[in-house]
């Protein structure tokens, strides 16, 4: 059992989350993780406990060896008790000199279905549907069942300037045409192909169109092969996806729609057409999250894909729960996440699909795919006690879901199971419409708020998880009520071979409550040459400087004033609250009030009227680079947050070669934050805190930190960033990854000065960014009076300190 808390939750926090909950409005059963999940935190592993053994081939893919392949994407066609069927579209590599006049699919495209024998695992027929379908035509939808691959295609008719849909029907083992057809009606009148489902012996296909609002058609096709077209349209508001198809009676389908204030439910007559709406409230038990991938079990169950593992649904007790968790079986769960379901039966589940080749600094273009399917069996870690590792939406790296199974496999007496019931629309509400920075931030600052609560109450409770992951963002966690100071198990680190400034500047009133282990630079990128006195950030004054006279006055740091004002703060927050007491009396809370009043805009910009400039995540070659760099070029400055190396040298070539991340306006100048990207915390009241840390050590290993640095992460093991970084400017500095700032950007190269220079803005960094969303809120609330000048500083201070005290003081 879990060590008793000696804390008394208070009423304050009690009531916080009651009335958080209430002002979600969600039901529980709902709670976007696609399933029910329930912790099993201090259970016994026994021998009957689920788990899965697993058969795990590769299909070898065949491609035309003259030529070089460009990029593939394989997945699962379907299966059957003798075959599975595997569809690779993608495309070979064009010459340098290509005439696009005589572009043609059939000489670059590539479409293959590979034909599987299911008990052997051996391929049995390559079908090239090159072979088959027109130069300009390309598979729009397919599926397999019984010795039968039906695949639509879409083209386009040169002569008639017309697009058209086909269908061809292939015989599986023979690899021959057994029918082709063009067809018509919502086919083939400018909607499209969405989903397509079976019920019973009805096949139906979704169109999705568009007009004054986005509305569906469903094209039934019976087994006797009549067809029927029936249009779904709600007035007033559009039909955003068709979430599944169920039976629902003889010649009946539940269909569940989402719409913009939630979901709605009809019946479906398969046979008349008639849609009937019915009452949402019978299905409060369906959480709809993940419904799209579901698959009908031989056993008359449904199944999906949630977020930890495949969920069940059963129609008739009304339920779902979790059939199949990522934890309950060796496999890595984060390969298993990125699989498709092929089948489910309860008892045996069958995944396909690529498995993850990748690192930012390669050229790979072909990931192997692979059939895993998963038998029940006894369970080998009988005896173990469980502990619950919480991770948002289920989500590990892929080496640390290595180091999970490492971990299970070589403890004799615990076992890691992971879990995502605290995560989704519970806590966050988006729905309402958002044009602006400060709309967005203020909502991701209340789903925090709401989170945050209700983990602390959990974890005062003893009902939290043991081990969390990525919550770094909650700053209210950083407390010896909540969590674990981690010093005492890590020790002291070598500043040689670690960024020991990282690990001290996520320190709280000098306990590590929760360690980073992958890290984003948040600062300004700009030319060192604009640095303030301190050589890496500004004081108020000098920002206000350089906001005037090198940006012109646009800020490079898009919020509105009370937005705007929380950043600094959090920013500087080591010197308002310590050990508890919240103190905003002093002359640099009093600067950077002055700072925001004098200098910056009231709101932030509008998204719609073109001056605020976009945050994408933005890819570049084989990379997806991440951060909230502006994809504009020559700017003299703008704000970053800067997860890996790769995003480090675009914004070099993005700022015309500017080399410096400096930190955000402040009252001593301070260098740039960083934001935790991956991290780990254990609960003050785990199983067993001892074996927990155990964990925490195994992800400070060499590996463990090599492999995250080699996925583009800022890490805290400097020799692992020294060494990826390595293989960064080798990348960037030949062939592909230097052909695209060439193209691109500015023309720039790197080298290993780059690298000295990125490693010193690292030490640099000051102190982690993650806000307490709670107090934040506050002064969004009351810093506008002294902002608008309705009230004088010193009163809206009295007021907020003593709001942000009583906070403090009810978490003890």
Same mark, same amino acid.
């Given at each position: 059992?879990?060590?008793?808390?000696?804390?008394?939750?208070?009423?304050?926090?009690?009531?916080?989350?009651?009335?958080?909950?209430?002002?979600?409005?969600?039901?529980?059963?709902?709670?976007?993780?696609?399933?029910?999940?329930?912790?099993?935190?201090?259970?016994?592993?026994?021998?009957?406990?689920?788990?899965?053994?697993?058969?795990?081939?590769?299909?070898?893919?065949?491609?035309?060896?003259?030529?070089?392949?460009?990029?593939?994407?394989?997945?699962?066609?379907?299966?059957?008790?003798?075959?599975? %069927?595997?569809?690779?579209?993608?495309?070979?590599?064009?010459?340098?000199?290509?005439?696009?006049?005589?572009?043609?699919?059939?000489?670059?495209?590539?479409?293959?279905?590979?034909?599987?024998?299911?008990?052997?695992?051996?391929?049995?027929?390559?079908?090239?549907?090159?072979?088959?379908?027109?130069?300009?035509?390309?598979?729009?939808?397919?599926?397999?069942?019984?010795?039968?691959?039906?695949?639509?295609?879409?083209?386009?008719?040169?002569?008639?300037?017309?697009?058209?849909?086909?269908?061809?029907?292939?015989?599986?083992?023979?690899?021959?045409?057994?029918?082709?057809?063009?067809?018509?009606?919502? !086919?083939? !009148?400018?909607?499209?192909?969405?989903?397509?489902?079976?019920?019973?012996?009805?096949?139906?296909?979704?169109?999705?169109?568009?007009?004054?609002?986005?509305?569906?058609?469903?094209?039934?096709?019976?087994?006797?092969?009549?067809?029927?077209? %029936?249009?779904?349209?709600?007035?007033?508001?559009?039909?955003?996806?068709?979430?599944?198809?169920?039976?629902?009676?003889?010649?009946?389908?539940?269909?569940?729609?989402?719409?913009?204030?939630?979901?709605?439910?009809?019946?479906?007559?398969?046979?008349?057409?008639?849609?009937?709406?019915?009452?949402?409230?019978?299905? !409060?038990?369906?959480?709809?999250?993940?419904?799209?991938?579901?698959?009908?079990?031989?056993?008359?169950?449904?199944?999906?894909?949630?977020?930890?593992?495949?969920?069940?649904?059963?129609?008739?007790?009304?339920?779902?729960?979790?059939?199949?968790?990522?934890?309950?079986?060796?496999?890595?769960?984060?390969?298993?996440?990125? *699989?498709?379901?092929?089948?489910?039966?309860?008892?045996?589940?069958?995944?396909?699909?690529?498995?993850?080749?990748?690192?930012?600094?390669?050229?790979?273009?072909?990931?192997?795919?692979?059939?895993?399917?998963?038998?029940?069996?006894?369970?080998?870690?009988?005896?173990?006690?469980?502990?619950?590792?919480?991770?948002?939406?289920?989500?590990?790296?892929?080496?640390?879901?290595?180091?999970?199974?490492?971990?299970?496999?070589?403890?004799?007496?615990?076992?890691?199971?992971?879990?995502?019931?605290?995560?989704?629309?519970?806590?966050?509400?988006?729905?309402?419409?958002?044009?602006?920075?400060?709309?967005?931030?203020?909502?991701?600052?209340?789903?925090?708020?709401?989170?945050?609560?209700? *983990?602390?109450?959990?974890?005062?409770?003893?009902?939290?998880?043991?081990?969390?992951?990525?919550?770094?963002?909650?700053?209210?966690?950083?407390?010896?009520?909540?969590? %674990?100071?981690?010093?005492?198990?890590?020790?002291?680190?070598?500043?040689?071979?670690?960024?020991?400034?990282?690990?001290?500047?996520?320190?709280?009133?000098?306990?590590?409550?929760?360690?980073?282990?992958?890290?984003?630079?948040?600062?300004?990128?700009?030319?060192?040459?604009?640095?303030?006195?301190?050589?890496?950030?500004?004081?108020?004054?000098?920002?206000?400087?350089? *906001?005037?006279?090198?940006?012109?006055?646009?800020?490079?740091?898009?919020?509105?004033?009370?937005?705007?004002?929380?950043?600094?703060?959090?920013?500087?927050?080591?010197?308002?609250?310590?050990?508890?007491?919240?103190?905003?009396?002093?002359?640099?809370?009093?600067?950077?009030?002055?700072?925001?009043?004098?200098?910056?805009?009231?709101?932030?910009?509008?998204?719609?009227?073109?001056?605020?400039?976009?945050?994408?995540?933005?890819?570049?070659?084989?990379?997806?680079?991440?951060?909230?760099?502006?994809?504009?070029?020559?700017?003299?400055?703008?704000?970053?947050?800067?997860?890996?190396?790769?995003?480090?040298?675009?914004?070099?070539?993005?700022?015309?070669?500017?080399?410096?991340?400096?930190?955000?306006?402040?009252?001593?100048?301070?260098?740039?934050?960083?934001?935790?990207?991956?991290?780990?915390?254990?609960?003050?009241?785990?199983?067993?805190?001892?074996?927990?840390?155990?964990?925490?050590?195994?992800?400070?290993?060499?590996?463990?930190?090599?492999?995250?640095?080699?996925?583009?992460?800022?890490?805290?093991?400097?020799?692992?960033?020294?060494?990826?970084?390595?293989?960064?400017?080798?990348?960037?500095?030949?062939?592909?990854?230097?052909?695209?700032?060439?193209?691109?950007?500015?023309?720039?190269?790197?080298?290993?000065?780059?690298?000295?220079?990125?490693?010193?803005?690292?030490?640099?960094?000051?102190?982690?960014?993650?806000?307490?969303?709670?107090?934040?809120?506050?002064?969004?609330?009351?810093?506008?009076?002294?902002?608008?000048?309705?009230?004088?500083?010193?009163?809206?201070?009295?007021?907020?300190?003593?709001?942000?005290?009583?906070?403090?003081?009810?978490?003890?």
């Amino acid at each position: 059992m879990k060590e008793k808390s000696v804390k008394i939750i208070s009423a304050a926090l009690v009531c916080a989350i009651a009335l958080s909950a209430a002002a979600c409005g969600k039901k529980k059963e709902e709670n976007g993780v696609g399933a029910n999940e329930v912790s099993h935190s201090g259970r016994k592993i026994t021998g009957d406990s689920p788990w899965f053994e697993c058969s795990k081939t590769e299909v070898k893919l065949s491609f035309n060896p003259d030529k070089q392949v460009q990029s593939t994407y394989t997945t699962i066609a379907g299966c059957d008790d003798d075959y599975i %069927v595997v569809l690779t579209n993608g495309n070979y590599k064009t010459p340098d000199n290509m005439n696009w006049e005589k572009y043609s699919n059939k000489d670059f495209g590539i479409a293959l279905y590979t034909v599987v024998d299911r008990k052997t695992k051996q391929t049995v027929k390559t079908i090239d549907m090159m072979d088959v379908i027109g130069p300009s035509d390309y598979i729009q939808s397919t599926k397999y069942e019984n010795g039968k691959i039906t695949a639509k295609c879409a083209g386009y008719d040169p002569d008639t300037n017309e697009m058209f849909s086909v269908e061809t029907v292939i015989d599986a083992v023979s690899g021959n045409v057994v029918d082709t057809k063009k067809l018509s009606g919502a !086919d083939n !009148d400018g909607g499209s192909l969405s989903r397509s489902f079976t019920v019973g012996s009805y096949e139906i296909d979704t169109y999705v169109y568009w007009s004054d609002s986005q509305y569906y058609k469903f094209l039934i096709r019976s087994s006797g092969g009549d067809t029927k077209e %029936v249009e779904l349209k709600s007035e007033g508001q559009a039909i955003y996806d068709v979430l599944a198809m169920f039976p629902y009676g003889e010649d009946k389908a539940l269909v569940p729609v989402s719409v913009a204030n939630g979901n709605v439910f009809y019946e479906l007559d398969l046979k008349s057409g008639v849609l009937k709406e019915l009452d949402a409230k019978e299905f !409060d038990w369906l959480d709809t999250t993940y419904l799209y991938n579901a698959k009908a079990g031989r056993d008359g169950m449904f199944y999906y894909q949630a977020l930890s593992g495949i969920a069940k649904i059963d129609m008739n007790k009304k339920s779902t729960e979790m059939a199949f968790n990522y934890s309950w079986c060796g496999e890595n769960r984060n390969r298993l996440s990125n *699989l498709q379901l092929g089948e489910c039966s309860g008892d045996k589940v069958l995944l396909c699909g690529e498995v993850g080749n990748y690192t930012p600094y390669s050229t790979n273009r072909i990931n192997p795919f692979f059939i895993m399917e998963f038998t029940r069996v006894e369970n080998p870690h009988a005896g173990k006690t469980i502990m619950e590792l919480y991770s948002p939406y289920g989500y590990v790296n892929e080496k640390i879901g290595d180091a999970i199974n490492e971990f299970n496999n070589t403890n004799k007496e615990y076992f890691i199971e992971v879990s995502s019931r605290y995560t989704g629309d519970e806590y966050y509400d988006y729905s309402a419409k958002m044009n602006s920075n400060d709309e967005y931030e203020t909502a991701s600052l209340n789903g925090d708020a709401k989170l945050s609560n209700k *983990l602390a109450m959990d974890l005062l409770n003893g009902d939290g998880p043991d081990i969390l992951m990525d919550v770094s963002t909650f700053g209210q966690l950083n407390n010896k009520n909540y969590l %674990v100071d981690l010093s005492q198990y890590i020790g002291t680190l070598d500043s040689e071979k670690f960024f020991t400034n990282i690990v001290d500047g996520a320190k709280v009133d000098g306990a590590l409550y929760q360690l980073p282990l992958c890290f984003a630079i948040h600062g300004i990128h700009t030319h060192a040459k604009y640095a303030g006195a301190s050589g890496i950030g500004f004081t108020t004054k000098e920002y206000e400087k350089f *906001l005037k006279d090198e940006l012109n006055g646009k800020d490079a740091i898009q919020y509105g004033q009370t937005l705007y004002f929380s950043k600094l703060f959090s920013a500087m927050s080591d010197k308002f609250i310590v050990n508890g007491k919240a103190d905003f009396t002093c002359q640099e809370f009093t600067d950077l009030a002055e700072f925001v009043k004098n200098n910056v805009q009231e709101k932030s910009a509008n998204w719609n009227d073109g001056s605020s400039p976009d945050a994408p995540m933005i890819a570049v070659g084989v990379t997806a680079f991440k951060g909230d760099v502006s994809g504009n070029k020559d700017m003299k400055a703008f704000l970053t947050t800067c997860y890996g190396i790769g995003t480090y040298f675009y914004n070099i070539a993005d700022s015309n070669g500017g080399t410096a991340v400096l930190g955000i306006p402040s009252s001593d100048g301070r260098g740039p934050t960083f934001v935790p990207h991956v991290s780990v915390a254990i609960s003050a009241q785990a199983v067993n805190k001892d074996a927990a840390a155990e964990f925490v050590k195994l992800l400070l290993t060499d590996d463990v930190m090599y492999s995250l640095a080699m996925n583009d992460e800022f890490v805290i093991s400097r020799t692992a960033f020294e060494k990826a970084a390595g293989e960064a400017v080798a990348f960037y500095s030949t062939g592909e990854g230097a052909n695209y700032f060439g193209q691109y950007s500015n023309k720039v190269s790197f080298s290993k000065q780059n690298v000295d220079d990125l490693e010193k803005i690292i030490m640099n960094c000051s102190r982690s960014n993650s806000a307490d969303a709670a107090i934040n809120l506050i002064l969004i609330e009351e810093m506008p009076a002294y902002f608008l000048g309705q009230k004088d500083l010193a009163t809206v201070v009295t007021i907020a300190q003593d709001r942000i005290q009583k906070v403090l003081d009810e978490r003890g």
